[in-house]
């Protein structure tokens, strides 16, 4: 017995400065990232106040997609794509190890691309920023351990997520939960769930302000919302499907354009342009806020505006538009979500809420994320329903992501039999374990 208490007491004296250790660093973490993502919130806030006074500002997507393009060409070819893809790269790839040069280059090339209404996020360049940073100051404080470096620049991830979004307990889950496929990253979770409160104090001190919804919905019948929900969330896992083929489609055809690649983000830019002309509205481009609070305050909006919404996403970040993917997700979800509604004669707000959420959970395959962005944006009782279409759509969309370079750990049913252990981008060939399933497999491909 002498000798179990004395083992107690010496891992609660390791643990509890470990735990010190960590805190100490989460909080420097999500003091300097909230600062940054502040700042950045502020320079897009007042440039697209300024750009929007002129009605056609969006004419400068074509010379603003070569400005983001060359940028990033030029002087940091890491802070090419949608910023939390590349963090995710550069935790399993390169041990956290992120050149400086991207910070300013990231800031600056995605304020080019919003300020100028290119469909794409702010959450993603803050995460990035907020793992360059992390990485930054591993070097600075000689943080040599892999590990450890890699919990410190998944730090940033949660910071800059939190302080964009103002939802610190789903920015901790996320940036655990984000990295693999069927694996929760539990060591992250302490520093993680710190950083991105202080992140969150720091932007809220800074004036930023954090949309928070009050949804007010009395189900009539809680068997047949029970069974909306499910087909719901079928709805949403093929659509996030639809969604990331599309992308990756888009982004593979533009790549074969054999011209200098700056050069393709004025096509980009020419594409958008066109659009705006076709449908005669800016609902589809820029960062998209003002679709997604009309959506969930119930409101209707255009029937196809999901589907505009994907392509034109598509079209900026594959053409050199520099940019997060989350919000345009969130828009995505939410207006899929009201077209539902209105299909369905049904709460048009609870949906659109619901929508948003689950079509994160699919695209990014972190449905406890979900629910936890449903719970802090929308309330407990919107959350509660909103956990079943975020585990089914998170199930329906397959061994896909909108992030190719996730870790797949655990194959999401044992029907199928899918290379582990690998980028979930790189699965190529799909083996059927069900013998019903299987025979129908063969079939369809004979």
């Known amino acids: 017995m002498k000798r179990k208490i004395k083992m107690d007491f010496v891992e609660q004296t390791v643990m509890l400065s470990s735990a010190i250790k960590w805190i100490i660093l989460a909080i420097f973490a999500g003091l300097v990232v909230g600062s940054v993502t502040g700042l950045f919130l502020k320079l897009l806030h007042f440039g697209e106040h300024h750009m929007m006074k002129w009605n056609r500002y969006y004419l400068l997507m074509p010379i603003a997609f070569f400005l983001s393009s060359l940028l990033v060409v030029k002087l940091a070819p890491e802070a090419e794509g949608h910023g939390t893809e590349k963090v995710i790269e550069a935790v399993h790839q390169k041990d956290g190890k992120i050149d400086i040069k991207v910070i300013p280059v990231k800031l600056l090339a995605t304020l080019i691309t919003l300020i100028s209404g290119g469909s794409a996020g702010k959450e993603g ?116 499907m639809l969604f990331i083929r599309l992308l990756n489609i888009i982004e593979e055809s533009i790549h074969k354009i054999n011209i200098y690649k700056p050069y393709k983000g004025i096509l980009g830019g020419l594409i958008l342009v066109l659009i705006v002309y076709l449908t005669e509205s800016k609902d589809y481009i820029g960062l998209g806020t003002q679709v997604i609070n009309e959506s969930i305050s119930g409101s209707s909006v255009s029937g196809v505006a999901f589907l505009i919404k994907m392509f034109t996403t598509s079209v900026t970040l594959g053409s050199g538009g520099s940019g997060g993917i989350l919000t345009p997700i969130f828009y995505i979800g939410a207006t899929a979500g009201n077209a539902w509604g209105q299909i369905m004669n049904a709460n048009m707000a609870l949906f659109s809420a619901i929508g948003m959420v689950a079509f994160v959970a699919a695209c990014t395959n972190t449905p406890i994320s979900g629910i936890l962005i449903a719970m802090e944006l929308f309330g407990i009782e919107v959350a509660s329903y909103a956990s079943i279409p975020c585990v089914i759509s998170y199930f329906m969309v397959g061994h896909k992501s909108v992030y ?36 129908f497999y063969n079939h369809y491909n004979s």
Do not use: W
């Not at 307990?169 to 939960?177: D, K, L, N, P, Y």
């Open 404 to 439: 190719p370079s996730q870790i797949l750990v655990i194959n999401k049913s044992p029907s199928v039999d899918l290379q582990t252990n690998c980028e979930i981008g790189r699965v190529k060939e799909l083996k059927i374990k069900n013998k019903v399933l299987k025979k």
């Open 125 to 240: 360049p803050c995460a990035q920023i907020g793992a360059g940073i992390a990485s930054f100051f591993a070097n600075v404080f000689k943080i040599n351990n892999t590990l450890d470096r890699k919990r410190f620049v998944i730090c940033g991830i949660s910071a800059g997520f939190a302080g964009v979004f103002g939802t610190p307990i789903a920015g901790a889950v996320f940036a655990a939960e984000v990295l693999y496929v069927g694996k929760f990253s539990y060591i992250v979770l302490l520093p993680s769930l710190i950083a991105s409160y202080v992140s969150c104090i720091v932007n809220k001190a800074l004036g930023i302000s954090h949309l928070q919804y009050a949804i007010s919905f009395t189900p009539s019948n809680e068997i047949k919302m029970f069974l909306n929900m499910i087909v719901f969330g079928i709805f949403m896992g093929s659509l996030a």
